[in-house]
Nanobody, 116 residues
């Protein structure tokens, strides 16, 4: 049973923007912090941004100025707004629900490809 459903990936030119969405159940959304990870070919999965149930956010240094994570409590959805994309942002992006560093649920992943 799919717990986290991602959408919004695709192909974009360098300098462009995309918004990723991750929808889940009310139960998961209210209990867990939500984060976005990414995994580029040949590299380990890395944390991109996270947001607690209370709305506190954190970002990887590589995306801090360009990406914004947010959550809509009415829609049980977390978003990742990505601006000024570059080739290094090309990866599969995964949504995760977690408590501290323990990830309980993973999304299926959505591909983001940035063309130069």
């Amino acid at each position: 049973q799919v717990q986290l459903v991602e959408s919004g990936g695709g192909l974009v030119q360098a300098g462009g923007s995309l918004r990723l969405s991750c929808a889940t159940s009310r139960t998961i959304f209210s209990r867990y912090s939500m984060s976005w990870y990414r995994q580029a070919p040949g590299k380990q999965r890395e944390l991109v941004a996270g947001i607690t149930s209370g709305g506190r956010s954190n970002y990887a240094d590589a995306v801090k100025v360009r990406f914004t994570i947010s959550r809509d409590n009415a829609k049980n959805t977390v978003y990742l707004q990505m601006n000024s994309l570059n080739a290094e942002d090309t990866a599969v992006y995964y949504c995760a629900a977690h408590i501290s560093d323990l990830v309980k649920y993973w999304g299926q992943g959505t591909q983001v490809t940035v063309s130069s």
